[in-house]
């Protein structure tokens, strides 16, 4: 689900460039005005909310995908969510009944066994939150979920490694999504996009994990220098 910015001319990486900077600098305020770990998680769901509304504007704007209600062709590609996201994610699934609670761990840990297992990884194991062609984690689903999009249905069918999308939503959307991300970074926590089968089970396998990222500790990657 990421945009291949080697794709982009020279201009139009400028300019992304200075968004990013421009939504890092709003978000470090934001952040530093609410410093609570409460908030500081939180936070995140107002920049899902400017992803929505890149999304809505650009449909307004005439954009058209081709994604329905039901279609899931991308949720079987490699999602990376922030940590704050992992974390809200995590205490949704926190709240299921234990049943349900335990089918989504185990579909967690097969996606995880999958990703470190190059051979079962190029089948590709749907996302571990997909039922019944349906997102179940909608309202909370990370940002890059909620920008992907394909203006062709029939690739996405076909399996295509290129789908064709609308690069202003893409450009706008990445744009909140890594100001918001370099924004976490500059005031000290960990920021890199995790896996999210395996951060999710992470923040559900360890129950200091949140309380250690707030701290600035680095939970999801303890030994890397980028984080
Ligand atoms: S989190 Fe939801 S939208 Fe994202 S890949 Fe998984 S099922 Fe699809």
Not at 7 to 35: K, M
Not at 156 to 168: H, K, R, T, V
């Amino acid at each position: 689900m990421a945009h291949d910015e080697t794709r982009l001319s020279a201009a139009e990486q400028a300019a992304l460039l200075r968004s990013v900077q421009n939504v890092q600098t709003a978000a470090v305020r934001q952040l530093r005005d609410q410093p609570d770990p409460v908030s500081v998680i939180r936070f995140v769901c107002t920049v899902q909310r400017g992803v929505d509304k890149v999304v809505q504007d650009r449909a307004q704007g005439g954009v058209k995908p081709d994604c329905r209600s039901g279609c899931s062709h991308c949720c079987s590609a490699r999602v990376e969510a922030m940590p704050a996201e992992v974390f809200q994610i995590a205490r949704e699934v926190s709240r299921l009944a234990d049943a349900a609670r335990a089918g989504v761990i185990g579909r967690l840990r097969v996606q995880v066994a999958a990703a470190g297992d190059a051979l079962l990884w190029k089948h590709r194991p749907v996302c571990a939150f997909l039922e019944a062609g349906l997102c179940s984690i909608y309202p909370v689903r990370p940002g890059v979920c909620r920008k992907a999009h394909s203006l062709d249905v029939r690739r996405c069918e076909a399996g295509s490694a290129d789908i064709p999308e609308d690069l202003g939503l893409v450009l706008d959307a990445e744009a909140l999504i890594k100001g918001a991300s370099s924004a976490y970074a500059q005031l000290g926590f960990e920021a890199r996009g995790v896996e999210l089968a395996r951060g999710v089970l992470l923040a559900l396998s360890d129950p200091t994990a949140e309380a250690r990222w707030s701290n600035g500790e680095r939970v999801f990657f303890p030994r890397d220098d980028t984080a």
